[in-house]
């Protein structure tokens, strides 16, 4: 070969060196992945523009003087780095080495790696070179198939996966754990999940062909446990759509709901029932008893309904305390049930008011014969929580369609009914039409005395207590009155048992108290003194946790010596529960309150419990002194009472005292305080203010 042979060899060599390198060069700046070579130490040579964006610079010249320190400047834990590093030393090469670093903006995002080492002739290492690729996406999709198959394996409801052929593909721990099926039971055999025996066919259709359609369906169904129980689930059944777009696949998420059901029932029976006898609630009876009404119609039948209540059961109440009370209703409640029939309708209104209808009865007699069970029932003494007592009922019955032809109007009158038997002693009465007219007045009344008390409608007058030799007035019991606007003066007689009835007469009672001591301090400020006022406390008052604080506002509002303040308490009230009785007069008393003992003689209170009762007075009852001096028994019992009474240390008072004869009698047994018509009924406070300053 001659020299220019040659030298066009030469220059052909270049030439295609010089397109391969174009081409390699092309390669380098044109590849999806990032390429580069680094030093030792941690220092960029060279990157191509896919490192660049990977890293989020703008071109690699950027990225190659912005990024000097691989280890610290790149890897978010630089350990990671090092251990690279270990890798490159050891194997000379690093296939798929992931890790988490930074992008220029501080976003944090994954990348696998492949490296190896490059030496020169002599073996010493000239640079290390390699691709990266940015796998975030993939691995956010690992994460959240680790997570999905967490959640799989954790999760509270049970998954099946079915076929297109229902045969179970898998099952997560729920399944089991809910049904009882194992994965070898299930996984490879037709599903036996759903009840079929028992579901609604149309329903299953319909859950199936909107997962065939590559819907959602969502409802409730029947399922089945290994051992053939079924239970209520519910239940999200969803159609997979395959690759081809068919639904190749089914996946139904399931949750026992029993409980719920339970509960579901739990609270419509405690809506419609009443929560302390398990009877029937007003909105229940009332329901059931226009339906019998119906029927009634229809068969040409009567219907009657008793309306019952419990007699003085606000004594018990206040007495023995709510516990008694609620234990009492409770009796009273499965009583009555023994005295119906299984179609009869029983309920508890609320309170101590019960309900018993009688559907289908052919005459007035179907209802005597319960009234007469309901009475008898109530002959037994009720067992409450350490004491027997015997409790009474009154009746009032009304018949459908004789006295009312809908349920409300047939309550109303059976309620009328019952007021009057109440009213009358009688244990029970049939209603009649003049129950109208009296239950509208006592329906009235009760409003009335409402308005009364916002409006401050009532006064108090006070009858002077009298010592019965010089006729000085040493007292005052305060008496309510009500002056009515149409209705004049009524009768403490008529308006106090409503009152007690409506739950009221706490309310007057507090009312009462502070308006005796205001009226007390107005007479001292004036200079009439005469001694205490005395002011009658209701079971509901002398029951009232708050009667201490009470007393003690409304002597401090009017600045009264407590001895100024007498509280009259009835025999009956203390009676009971004699150790709460003697811890709330203990607390009076400390206080320096008088208290006395009203109506004494007349309650059920044991002799060996009155000398613990810190008590000042001793009242006798107007029934003893009545028929005075001419009956010897009651003479003989006011002597008692008054021997008792000084022995005990206590004063002694007689109350009702309406002639000569009579207060001569008693000065005679040493009952030297009186009060009655004597000396002068209850007055208004400027006339009681005369009494003081004139005498009697």
């Not at 179609?343 to 209808?357: T, W, Y």
Request: charged share 25%; with cysteine.
């Amino acid at each position: 070969m001659d020299g220019g042979d040659a030298m066009i060899d030469r220059s052909e060599r270049k030439e295609k060196a010089k397109i391969l390198s174009n081409q390699y060069r092309s390669l380098f700046e044109n590849a999806v992945e990032g390429i580069y070579r680094t030093t030792p130490s941690g220092r960029y040579l060279n990157a191509n523009q896919a490192l660049a964006r990977i890293y989020g610079y703008d071109n690699p010249k950027e990225l190659i003087v912005g990024l000097t320190d691989i280890a610290h400047g790149l890897y978010v834990h630089p350990e990671d780095r090092d251990r690279f590093k270990h890798l490159l030393d050891q194997d000379q090469v690093v296939r798929n080495f992931e890790a988490q670093v930074y992008r220029k903006t501080g976003e944090i995002i994954w990348i696998a790696e492949n490296a190896r080492v490059v030496r020169d002739d002599d073996g010493s290492v000239i640079c290390y070179e390699g691709t990266v690729q940015d796998i975030t996406e993939r691995k956010r999709a690992e994460e959240r198939l680790r997570l999905a198959a967490t959640v799989y394996e954790n999760v509270g409801e049970a998954i099946i996966v079915t076929d297109a052929d229902d045969v179970v593909t898998a099952i997560n721990p729920a399944f089991s754990r809910m049904t009882g099926f194992s994965v070898d039971q299930v996984v490879g055999m037709a599903s036996r999940f759903v009840a079929d025996e028992i579901n609604d066919p149309k329903l299953v259709a319909e859950a199936w062909a909107h997962a065939r359609s590559g819907d959602t369906w969502h409802g409730e169904l029947w399922g089945r446990r290994a051992n053939g129980d079924v239970f209520p689930a519910s239940v999200a059944l969803t159609g997979v759509q395959g690759e081809n777009g068919e639904v190749s696949s089914f996946v139904m998420v399931a949750s026992d709901v029993t409980r719920r059901k339970m509960d579901e029932q739990r609270i419509r029976f405690h809506a419609r029932h009443d929560a302390l006898t398990k009877l029937a609630n007003r909105h229940t009876v009332m329901e059931a008893l226009s339906d019998a009404i119906i029927r009634a119609e229809h068969e040409g039948n009567r219907l009657a309904l008793l309306f019952l209540d419990v007699n003085r059961f606000k004594d018990v109440n206040d007495s023995f305390g709510h516990a008694a009370g609620d234990e009492l209703l409770k009796q009273v409640a499965r009583r009555l049930k023994g005295c119906v029939r299984a179609s009869d309708i029983i309920g508890r209104l609320g309170g101590d008011e019960f309900v018993v209808a009688l559907p289908s009865i052919a005459d007035v007699q179907g209802a005597m014969a319960c009234v007469e069970k309901v009475l008898y029932a109530f002959s037994e003494p009720f067992s409450l929580p350490e004491q027997e007592l015997y409790a009474s009922t009154s009746i009032g019955v009304a018949l459908y369609p004789d006295h009312a032809d809908c349920a409300e109007t047939l309550l109303s009158h059976a309620d009328a009914a019952m007021y009057h038997a109440k009213a009358s002693g009688n244990p029970y009465r049939f209603y009649d039409n003049d129950m109208d007219r009296q239950a509208v007045e006592r329906v009235n009344l009760e409003n009335d005395l409402r308005h009364a008390l916002a409006n401050g409608d009532f006064r108090l007058h006070y009858q002077p207590k009298v010592e019965g030799i010089s006729r000085r007035v040493v007292a005052a019991e305060a008496l309510i009155r009500w002056t009515h606007p149409t209705r004049g003066n009524v009768s403490p007689a008529l308006f106090i048992p409503v009152a007690e009835r409506a739950g009221l007469i706490g309310a007057i009672g507090d009312w009462a108290l502070m308006e005796a001591c205001r009226q007390m301090r107005q007479w001292l400020d004036l200079g009439v003194d005469f001694g205490c006022v005395s002011v009658n406390l209701s079971p509901a008052q002398f029951h009232d946790a708050t009667l201490k604080h009470k007393v003690e506002r409304a002597l401090q509002q009017y600045n009264l010596p407590a001895s100024l303040l007498e509280l009259e308490i009835t025999e009956t009230m203390m009676a009971t529960e004699v150790d709460r009785a003697i811890a709330i007069l203990g607390e009076l008393g400390q206080m320096g309150v008088r208290l006395a003992i009203d109506d004494f003689g007349t309650g059920y209170s044991s002799l060996a419990y009155l000398k613990l009762f810190p008590v000042n007075v001793l009242k006798i009852d107007r029934a003893f002194i009545k028929e005075l001096p001419g009956n010897a028994k009651d003479g003989a019992i006011v002597s008692s009472i008054s021997t008792l009474a000084h022995n005990l240390g206590f004063e002694v008072i007689a109350e009702g005292v309406e002639t000569a004869a009579q207060a001569g009698f008693l000065l005679t047994k040493g009952v030297t305080l009186m009060q009655g018509f004597l000396y002068s009924p209850a007055v208004a406070p400027d006339a009681f203010a005369g009494l003081v300053q004139n005498g009697v």
